[in-house]
């Protein structure tokens, strides 16, 4: 149990919570984590926990938030990269590619979390689990975001990114499942290039 040093102040023990709850999901799920078990790991009461999130509920879409917002700030400057490419054909392309390549490899930066995210995706495939409309439209919005990239530099841009969307979950569940047991940043490039490859390039890219 972790035992509590001092008096934090309310935004670093609700931080603490969700540091710990990212743990916690990642070991054992959305149902098997208990707020009496992460209360006690974060060294307080349930009652005490409760200040702060009302529910687990509410817990894991503050958790699943968090991770989002960090994932946003980190991808947000390679979508500006892309933004300001436009009118450049192969220059646009290339931070396209980039993009691609890095939002795998803050997928899997993190273990814990890479074990988090993928162990909720599929517990919220239940129509009636907490997370499944966050996931549902989190995937809706990556799949838009990807489209609208690859359309106007590669064939069938929906099918595309459904593919690269699929990689990207398969290939980090093998990673984890094989105790981390290859290199898989040099594994998603070499299943991303035929992906990417599909299709007519603009500008003659290929």
Request: proline share 3%; glycine share 8%; charged share 20%.
């Amino acid at each position: 149990m972790t035992k509590r040093k001092g008096r934090a102040n309310p935004q670093e023990r609700r931080s603490s919570i969700i540091e710990n709850a990212i743990g916690m999901f990642a070991e054992l799920g959305f149902h098997g984590l208990t707020v009496h078990g992460l209360a006690d790991r974060c060294g307080m009461s349930g009652a005490g926990l409760l200040y702060y999130f009302k529910s687990k509920e509410d817990l894991l879409l503050a958790v699943l938030e968090t991770i989002e917002t960090r994932e946003s700030a980190a991808v947000m400057p390679l979508i500006e990269a892309v933004e300001q490419a436009q009118g450049e054909p192969a220059l646009a392309w290339q931070s396209i590619v980039e993009l691609i390549r890095q939002m795998f490899r803050r997928s899997v930066a993190d273990p814990v979390i890479t074990r988090f995210v993928l162990l909720l995706q599929a517990e919220s495939l239940e129509v009636g689990h907490a997370a499944h409309d966050w996931f549902r439209n989190r995937e809706q919005l990556a799949l838009e975001l990807l489209t609208q990239l690859l359309t106007p530099y590669i064939g069938e841009p929906v099918s595309n990114s459904r593919h690269i969307m699929a990689l990207m979950q398969g290939l980090a569940q093998q990673w984890l499942r094989q105790a981390r047991g290859f290199d898989v940043a040099a594994e998603w490039d070499k299943a991303l290039e035929p992906v990417l490859s599909r299709g007519r390039l603009a500008g003659g890219m290929s």
